[in-house]
């Protein structure tokens, strides 16, 4: 007799009770829609961050996932100074990126980031 597999959305009710976040419902109802690899990819991170995140055991930057998922996933964005508005997610991308001086607009962006934009967590960089 074979055990039935337990769906992602399942396996976050079961890992995190009723304090089970929002962000953590669509993640795995878009791991449930697609696959654990499609929603890690969406999200910008590994399957193993995905699976460790539905169990509630996930020991990273759970604020800075949790604001990926909003904004790849959910539909949050940003009013960037440089871009205008953007995806959270590629908010927090942007923020990431090394310094390149390609374009005026790449450079501007790197400096926003680091001096004076509300919505990065690179304060003081």
């Known amino acids: 007799m074979s055990a039935q597999k337990l769906t992602f959305a399942q396996k976050a009710q ?4 009723a304090s089970l976040p929002p962000e953590v419902v669509a993640l795995s109802e878009f791991a449930d829609s697609r696959s654990g690899a499609e929603a890690a ?3 910008g991170y590994s399957p193993a961050v995905v699976s460790h995140l539905i ?3 996930y020991p990273g930057d759970l604020p800075t996932v949790m604001q990926k998922i ?3 996933l959910m539909g949050e964005t940003v009013l960037c100074p440089v ?3 953007l995806g959270r997610d590629q908010c927090l991308t942007e923020q990431r990126r090394p310094f390149a001086a390609t374009t ?3 450079a501007q962006v790197y400096r926003a980031c680091r001096t004076g934009c509300p919505h990065s967590r690179l304060k003081g960089a």
Do not use: M, S, T
């Not at 079961?14 to 009770?17: D, H, I, L, R, S």
């Open 83 to 85: 871009l205008g508005e």
């Open 104 to 106: 005026a607009a790449r």
């Open 55 to 57: 169990a509630n055991r």
């Open 70 to 72: 909003r904004g790849a």
């Open 14 to 17: 079961a890992a995190w009770g």
């Open 41 to 43: 990819k969406a999200i």
